[in-house]
């Protein structure tokens, strides 16, 4: 199965950008980079993804190094309700099958 | 509009009974995931759908975990003899097409916390 690395914690001031960087060495080519977050007790929200090009929706931006091997994804502006633990998921299977992992614990403080 | 749905939230079972869970995936979605997530860890991939039909049931654990989709809609994962070892969040999840390497995100349902007692 795809693997992916993240740091386990992450700290961030309120209003500042959060930085949340994610390896996945082992992604194949037409595999796609996603990022998706959990809310203590809800179910993952899927916030964006992306093949090779640096991406932006309305939730987040995703930015991809050239190799593939490691991405980033930032939120501009975080708020208290950011706080969440956010997974870059390891994608086989052709797409049906997610690998999560323990991701990273965002605290967004004031 | 309507999210994925799951039921019950929340279910207590004695160890050796049965249990059902239900998933109600947004209307029109050809894939249907199911995922068990344990406390402190990520959600663990456990079966998927394409319309009627499982196409992959590797993360299943046991024979005692069934799962199915008649109609291609609502979907149900069945435990049967429940052990301690069971108890976990169990997340659903839908997406509109057949994943194309990926190219196609998923939409989760709340989860149904069980607790096996």
């Known amino acids: 199965d795809a693997k992916t690395t993240q740091p386990t914690s992450m700290d961030c001031a309120e209003g500042r950008a959060a930085n949340l960087p994610c390896n996945h060495s082992?992604?194949?080519?037409?595999?796609?980079v996603y990022w998706y977050r959990q809310i203590h007790s809800q179910g993952p929200q899927y916030i964006i993804h992306?093949?090779?090009n640096n991406e932006t929706n309305e939730m987040a931006s995703l930015i991809i190094t050239e190799d593939r091997k490691s991405s980033t994804l930032i939120l501009p502006h975080a708020t208290l309700r950011d706080t969440a633990v956010y997974y870059c998921?390891?994608?086989?299977?052709?797409?049906?099958?997610?690998?999560f992992g323990t991701g990273t614990q965002l605290k967004v403080e004031l | 509009g309507a999210g994925v749905s799951q039921s019950p939230r929340y279910k207590v079972a004695k160890r050796g009974q049965d249990v059902a869970l239900r998933c109600d995936p947004i209307?029109?979605?050809?894939?249907l995931f199911w995922y068990q997530q344990a406390l402190g860890q990520g959600p663990e991939f456990l079966t998927y759908f394409q319309n009627e039909a499982q196409l992959d049931k590797s993360g299943l654990p046991s024979d005692r975990f069934f799962a199915e989709r008649p109609e291609g809609s609502v979907s149900t994962l069945k435990i049967q003899r429940t052990q301690q070892e069971d108890s976990a969040v169990y997340l659903c999840?839908?997406?509109?097409?057949?994943?194309?390497?990926?190219?196609?995100?998923?939409?989760f349902g709340p989860g149904t916390r069980l607790t096996v007692t």
């Open positions: 082992t992604i194949s080519g037409n595999e796609y």
């Open positions: 992306g093949l090779k």
């Open positions: 999840a839908s997406s509109l097409a057949p994943p194309l390497a990926g190219g196609d995100e998923q939409y």
């Open positions: 209307s029109g979605h050809v894939s």
């Open positions: 998921p390891g994608v086989t299977g052709g797409g049906n099958k997610l690998t």
